[in-house]
C-alpha cells in the first residue's frame, strides 16, 4: 500500500517562494506518474503539475505555467514542486497524488492514493 506524505507548506508574501516535498513509502513503490492537485475553500480540485516516473515528461496547467515546477528524486521516492511567484488565488491546500496505471498527465481522475495535504496561504 501507498503511503504519501506532504511537507513544506506555509505563509508567505505574494511574489514569494515555497518548495513542497511529498514523500512515498510502500514496498516496490514504482508509480506511472506523480502529481501535486490543490483545493481552496468552495473551489473544485485543480491539478497543478504532473511527471511521469523516471522520464521529464511534465504537465502543467495554463494557471501556474512557468511559475511551478515538478521534479523526483527517485532514489529517495520523493516528489517536489517548487513554487515561485505566488499569487493569492494560489492559496489552497496542496496534495500529491500517484498514478499506479498508464494515462493520460493532466488527467486528474488517474490519480489516487491521495496524502493529507499540506496548507499554502499566499498574503498580499
Known amino acids: 500500500q501507498v503511503q504519501l506524505v506532504e511537507s513544506g507548506g506555509g505563509l508567505v508574501q505574494a511574489g514569494g517562494s515555497l518548495r513542497l516535498s511529498c514523500a512515498a513509502s510502500g514496498r516496490a513503490f514504482r508509480p506511472y506518474a506523480m502529481a501535486w492537485v490543490r483545493q481552496a475553500p468552495g473551489k473544485e480540485r485543480e491539478l497543478v503539475a504532473a511527471?511521469?516516473?523516471?522520464?521529464?515528461?511534465?504537465y502543467y496547467p495554463d494557471s501556474v505555467k512557468g511559475r511551478f515546477t515538478i521534479s523526483v528524486d527517485n532514489a529517495k521516492n520523493t516528489v517536489f514542486l517548487q513554487m515561485n511567484s505566488l499569487e493569492p488565488d494560489d492559496t489552497a491546500v496542496y496534495s500529491c497524488g500517484a498514478a499506479m496505471l498508464f494515462g493520460i498527465l493532466g488527467v486528474l481522475q488517474n490519480y489516487d492514493n491521495w496524502g493529507q495535504g499540506t496548507q499554502v496561504t499566499v498574503s498580499s
Open positions: 511527471i511521469r516516473w523516471g522520464s521529464h515528461n511534465t
